[in-house]
Structures are given as structure tokens and as C-alpha cells.
């Protein structure tokens, strides 16, 4: 891909701009199609404002992990018990993820293999359940991840699930329905945590329906990881059996998984992990995560964790301000998911709307809705890109202006110009 300066006429390839700026005449050279594509997406972030809840940007640190030579390293197994030699390093890399995510997360076993939510959550509930097991989670109607029941994932297929809600008078999670379910169905697991739902579960309660029922208690945290780690979210940990956890997202780490678990556990859980669900461990990833959960631990990400949830309250209001109705009248986390309905438009004219204009965020079903879900009525943001940026709370309060310009008057030329201004005076931070 080439581009044009308009005041000189010459042409460059972008493809040797793609790294923050700098050559990469490596790339380009051996493959100049990927290095163009790469470039045209740091410039397709450097001229949108990134507000979709699950994506974030890593840190330094972390990408120079993830490029580095455990890239190469099959180590099939765990450290001490590898099915290939020459992994001592490997087991070292480990061993460390390891340790930082039980320190910190005051967890008594932690295995750092898993790719991805998701896959934790597979071998979270192939270490505890058996094919037609009962599970009782939240309703992905409500705000529950694919992995708590959809038909067309394993979960809906392997396990009869049987999903709680939120009550309609004030968006939260109804305690006394998940009670009187668990006490029906008598269900193997109980799953506490949600993908849209912008407030802290009480996870005291639900282990005390949990025990009685005598059921397991797995926490799914992806979208909090990070707030849990800065200590600004409760931490499932001392209540919940298992508890599922994302490395991206707010933590700022590579793509992936991470489990957590009771002592009594931990045999089971890296057994689910591997042999059974996973082969070999993708060890530059895991030196990723080793990166993350160190940086994790410092006053500085404890600050950058207090600055997107106050970035997500201003958000959260400026919208409510501009028309639309923020679920549970605001957030906890740096969720915002609200309610486009009463400015006139669905979730995902709101998303097209958006996007136009260079803002990135996602439609989003919400509780009792009465749209299909393809079109929705809701919008789900998130606060974790733009704070890393380096955006603050004057940023986010104008942001919610120039979304509520856009969705009560629909494209506004001006409101797009602005965009591309406050992207570009963040381009390039992490």
C-alpha cells in the first residue's frame, strides 16, 4: 500500500512505517503485503478513538517478550515434567508467571497455559464437570459469554445450562432467582461474572448458594482481571473453586488465559489444561504473561486501574446527559453498557453511527430486550485503550459529547474531524 503527500506529490510504501514509526525492512522485504497491512492498521488506530470494551494495547515490555526467542520453544508438559529437553529456561519463564499470579492474586495454585478465556473456561469445566452436567450461569441474554451456555458453542452442547438474570427494577444481578434455581436444578457448578454487566458480583453470596447445593463456584473475571489485580474490584479468589481470567484485556498482557484455583484442585486443572484441552504451551506467550503480572504489581498500573474506571464514570454520565440510559444507572468497572433506545436508534445503526466517525465501540443486547439481536439496544464501551493512550476524564466527558451529537443527529462531518484531532494527539502512547 502506497500513500500520496498531498503538498509534494511523492509516494511512500507504509508498510515500512508499520512498528510505531520506525523501518522494518525485514518484513518488508520478505513479505511487503503483511508489512503494508500492518501499517495500515497502526494507521487505522492512529486516526480512530479505540472504546471496545475487550481490547486494549500491551505494553512495551510485553511485546518485546512476545517477539523474543521462547517464540521457538516447544515445551509440551510443565516445568520438571516436559515431553522435549532443552526447556530449563522455559521452565524458568514459567515458574515465574506462575509464582507473580499467585502472589499476585493471592491464589493458591495458578496455571498460565491456557490461549484464551474461553479455553480456560473449557478446562475449567473439564475438570470439574462430565458431559450432561447441570451448570447454572448468567443468561447470555443478560450479559453471559458464549462459554456459559450458547448452542453454538461446546458449552451449550456438553452441558444443560440453565441461565439466572438481572431484575428489570434495577438492572441487578437477582440473588434470590439464582437461589431458587440452584435449589430446582441442583446444578454440579454455579458461574458468577458476566461480559457486559458494569457492577462487582457478590461473590460471598454466591458461595453461600454454591454450598448449598453443594455445587462448585467458578468465577469468570476477563473483563475485570486487571481491576482485581489493582484492587479496585472484589477478588473471587477466597470464595470461588476455579476462577477464569484474561492476560489482555485491562491486564495489558498478551492475548490469553489464566487459572486460578483451590489447592485440591490444582492436579485437575492442569490436567484440563494438558493433556486434555490444550497440546503444547506457547512459551513467548507465557513470558508475556510473566511481563504483565509484574507490571501488574506496581503503584503505576494500580493508577492507570483507578484513572479508566474514573474515566468510565465521566463516560457513563456524559451519555446519560446526552439521552441514552447507562444499565444500573452507571459502573463499578470500566464497563459502560447503555441503553440507546430513548434517543431513537438501535445498538447497531448507534455502532455504524459511531464508526463512521471514527468511534469504535460495539452494539450490545440488553437484559429484557426487545430487539433481535442483531440490531439491539444497547452500546457496550470500554475505557481501557484510550486510558493506556493516556486519555483522561476531560478526553472521555467530550467523547461522550460527540457520541451523543452523532446519535441524536446522525453523521455530523464536524464530529468526525474532531476524531481524528484527539486520536492524533494520543497516537502512538501506550
Given at each position: ?80 515434567r ?35 478465556a ?75 461474572g ?36 489493582a ?23 498478551p ?41 501488574a504489581a ?18 457513563a ?23 440507546v ?65 452523532l ?14 484531532e ?9
Open positions: 500500500m502506497t500513500v500520496t503527500d498531498a503538498a509534494t506529490g511523492s509516494t511512500e510504501t507504509t508498510g515500512r512505517r508499520w512498528a510505531s514509526g520506525a523501518p522494518d525492512e525485514v518484513l518488508h522485504r520478505a513479505d511487503p503485503q503483511i508489512a503494508d497491512l500492518l501499517a495500515a492498521e497502526a494507521e487505522r488506530r492512529a486516526e480512530t478513538i479505540q472504546l471496545l470494551a475487550g481490547e486494549n494495547l500491551t505494553s512495551p515490555a510485553v511485546l518485546a517478550a512476545l517477539a523474543g526467542p521462547l517464540i521457538d520453544k516447544y515445551a509440551e508438559g510443565y516445568p520438571g516436559r515431553h522435549h529437553t532443552g526447556c530449563a529456561l522455559a521452565d524458568a519463564a514459567e515458574l515465574l508467571a506462575v509464582d507473580r499470579a499467585r502472589a499476585l492474586f493471592t491464589a493458591p495454585h495458578a496455571n498460565v497455559q491456557p490461549r484464551s474461553t479455553s480456560a473456561m473449557l478446562a475449567s469445566y473439564a475438570a470439574l464437570l462430565r458431559p450432561g452436567d447441570a451448570v447454572l450461569a448468567m443468561s447470555l441474554e443478560h450479559g453471559g459469554h458464549l462459554s456459559c451456555g450458547s448452542r453454538a458453542n461446546f458449552s451449550g452442547r456438553w452441558f444443560e445450562f440453565v441461565g439466572y438474570g438481572v431484575r428489570r427494577e434495577d438492572g441487578l444481578v437477582d440473588l434470590d432467582q439464582v437461589r431458587e434455581l440452584a435449589r430446582l436444578h441442583r446444578p454440579k457448578a454455579i458461574v458468577a458476566s461480559i457486559s454487566h458494569p457492577r462487582h458480583p457478590d461473590w460471598a453470596a454466591f458461595r453461600e448458594i454454591a454450598d448449598e447445593v453443594d455445587a462448585y463456584l467458578v468465577a469468570t473475571v476477563a473483563q475485570t482481571t486487571g481491576l482485581i489485580a484492587g479496585l474490584a472484589p477478588s473471587p479468589v477466597p470464595y470461588a473453586d476455579v476462577t477464569v481470567a484474561a492476560t489482555h484485556k485491562l491486564l495489558r498482557g492475548r490469553g488465559g489464566l487459572l486460578l484455583s483451590t489447592a485440591e484442585l490444582a492436579d485437575r486443572i492442569d490436567r484440563a489444561v494438558f493433556p486434555f484441552t490444550q497440546g503444547g504451551a506457547a512459551m513467548n506467550e507465557v513470558a508475556g504473561k510473566a511481563v504483565a503480572l509484574a507490571e506496581t503503584p503505576a498500573y494500580r493508577a492507570y486501574a483507578h484513572r479508566t474506571v474514573a474515566g468510565a464514570r465521566v463516560l454520565a456524559g451519555l446519560e446527559a446526552a439521552g441514552a440510559r447507562p444499565l444500573t444507572g452507571g459502573t463499578d468497572t470500566h464497563l459502560v453498557t447503555v441503553d433506545g430513548p434517543l431513537g436508534v438501535s445498538g447497531a445503526e448507534a455502532e455504524r453511527r459511531c464508526a463512521v466517525a471514527g468511534l469504535l465501540l460495539g452494539k450490545c443486547a440488553l437484559p429484557y430486550d426487545q430487539a433481535p439481536p442483531s440490531e439491539a439496544s444497547g452500546i457496550r464501551l470500554g475505557t481501557g485503550t484510550v486510558t493506556s493512550q493516556g486519555m483522561g476524564e476531560s478526553e472521555l466527558t467530550e467523547i461522550a459529547g460527540l457520541i451523543g451529537r446519535l441524536a443527529g446522525g453523521t455530523d462531518v464536524r464530529v468526525g474531524e474532531r476524531v481524528r484527539l486520536a492524533g494527539a494520543f497516537a502512538g502512547r501506550r
